[in-house]
């Protein structure tokens, strides 16, 4: 079974942005969103962080 694609943290950020999170701050590398409760997405490049699958960032985003 091949892997999943790799996400970009910008993709990632996006998608959470259309479900109705929106950025509260930026500190370092970490972008804080926020939909009734806070989410952290690290802004490192996909080869050090990669979001292998949108099921892995849904269940902390509700």
């Keep these: 079974m091949p892997d ?3 996400l970009k943290p910008r993709e990632v950020v996006a998608a959470l942005e259309r ?3 929106y950025r509260i701050r ?3 590398s970490h972008l804080q969103l926020k939909k009734g409760h806070l989410l952290a997405i690290p802004r ?3 080869a050090t962080a990669p979001y292998r699958s949108p099921e892995l960032v849904e269940p902390r985003a509700g």
Excluded: I, V
């Design 26 to 28: 930026q500190r370092g």
């Design 44 to 46: 490192r490049s996909p």
């Design 19 to 21: 479900a109705g999170f």
């Design 4 to 6: 999943p694609p790799t």
